[in-house]
T-cell receptor
Framework: EAQVTQNPRYLITVTGKKLTVTCSQN?????MSWYRQDPGLGLRQIYY???????DKGDVPEGYKVSRKEKRNFPLILESPSPNQTSLYFC??????????????FGPGTRLTVL | DAKTTQPPSMDCAEGRAANLPCNHS???????VYWYRQIHSQGPQYIIH???NNETNEMASLIITEDRKSSTLILPHATLRDTAVYYC????????????FGQGTILTVHP
């Protein structure tokens, strides 16, 4: 089954404790992206990757890191989480970036709480 | 990125067609209109997209006006499971895949 998976689905952590949220897709997609969703602010893009070893900042990259060493994986790293990073996170992928193949497939979400 | 305007909420009776409007008057020539929906707090789900012609798939139809300044998503026979937030998004061109989500339309389907 074609899908985007995220782990963990739920995480409660404390300020400053490094964490990684994994994202994997099995569709051989080139484009991957991370969004966060907060009440009243909608979904906002954190980072995106056009292909392996190519990443760039989205609208709200502060406090996050990403890497794209393999085509299928795009982990989101919070080196020193803070309470303002408490949010619902979604990973997404698409065949290409832009044009007629921009339909994106989203993962189930990771609900992160930073105390 | 072009912005879109959608009504904040709409109601529809089960079995009837749901017509969700969207204005995107600043859309540029190489940008597409995409529709996604989000059921509760699940990941957004792609529905349909188009450039300038009307499109139909197994989920919905998309009607784009000739001047491309507005569009309508049609769910032909709405069911209770179609209750969700529907997002109209203009993307493509130089946005490199970024989807800019607005507040969307909360569609409630009633029995």
């Amino acid at each position: 089954e074609a899908q985007v998976t995220q782990n963990p689905r739920y995480l409660i952590t404390v300020t400053g404790k490094k964490l990684t949220v994994t994202c994997s897709q099995n569709m051989n997609h080139e484009y991957m992206s991370w969004y966060r969703q907060d009440p009243g602010l909608g979904l906002r893009q954190i980072y995106y990757s056009m292909n392996v070893e190519v990443t760039d900042k989205g609208d709200v990259p502060e406090g996050y890191k990403v890497s794209r060493k393999e085509k299928r994986n795009f982990p989101l790293i919070l080196e020193s989480p803070s309470p303002n990073q408490t949010s619902l996170y979604f990973c997404a992928s698409s065949k290409l970036a832009g044009g007629p193949h921009n339909e994106q497939f989203f993962g189930p979400g990771t609900r992160l709480t930073v105390l | 990125d072009a912005k879109t305007t959608q009504p904040p909420s709409m109601d529809c009776a089960e079995g009837r067609a749901a017509n969700l409007p969207c204005n995107h008057s600043t859309i540029s020539g190489n940008e597409y209109v995409y529709w996604y929906r989000q059921i509760h707090s699940q990941g957004p789900q792609y529905i349909i997209h188009g450039l300038k012609n009307n499109e139909t798939n197994e989920m919905a139809s998309l009607i784009i006006t000739e001047d491309r300044k507005s569009s309508t998503l049609i769910l032909p026979h709405a069911t209770l499971r179609d209750t969700a937030v529907y997002y109209c998004i203009v993307a493509g061109g130089t946005s490199y895949g970024k989807l800019t989500f607005g507040q969307g339309t909360i569609l409630t389907v009633h029995p």
